[in-house]
């Protein structure tokens, strides 16, 4: 069974920095894409960043040349540098695995960006 645990989140002032690590076991395979979502109080859950198996990158529009997505495979982890973080980047960050028959799902972490 995949399991996923999201950590790194915290309370930081505008125009900071955090560092999210999504650490994953339990069988997976590094050729299937993982991403970052988001999921600010009362509104839907968005994807943030995304890396393939191959290491391709896409961004949401609002993270894009502040947010970047890396992998370590040797450590089977996925990680979310931010940087410049804004009030509105304030949500629970979840990380997600693409597997071959369904996604699984880390627990959330909160980041909360405010003065």
């Known amino acids: 069974q995949v399991q996923l645990v999201e950590s790194g989140g915290g309370l930081v002032q505008p125009g900071g920095s955090l560092r999210l690590s999504c650490v994953a076991s339990g069988g997976i395979f590094r050729n299937r894409p993982m991403e970052w979502y988001r999921q600010a109080p009362g509104k839907q859950r968005e994807l943030v960043a995304a890396?393939?198996?191959?290491?391709?990158?896409n961004y949401a529009e609002l993270v894009k040349g502040r947010f970047t997505i890396s992998t370590d495979n040797a450590k089977n982890t996925v990680y979310l540098q931010m940087n410049s973080l804004k009030p509105e980047d304030t949500a629970v960050y979840y990380c997600?695995?693409?597997?071959?028959?369904?996604?699984?799902w880390g627990q959330g972490t909160q980041v909360t960006v405010s003065s």
């Open positions: 890396v393939t198996g191959g290491g391709d990158t």
């Open positions: 997600k695995y693409a597997g071959f028959t369904r996604d699984y």
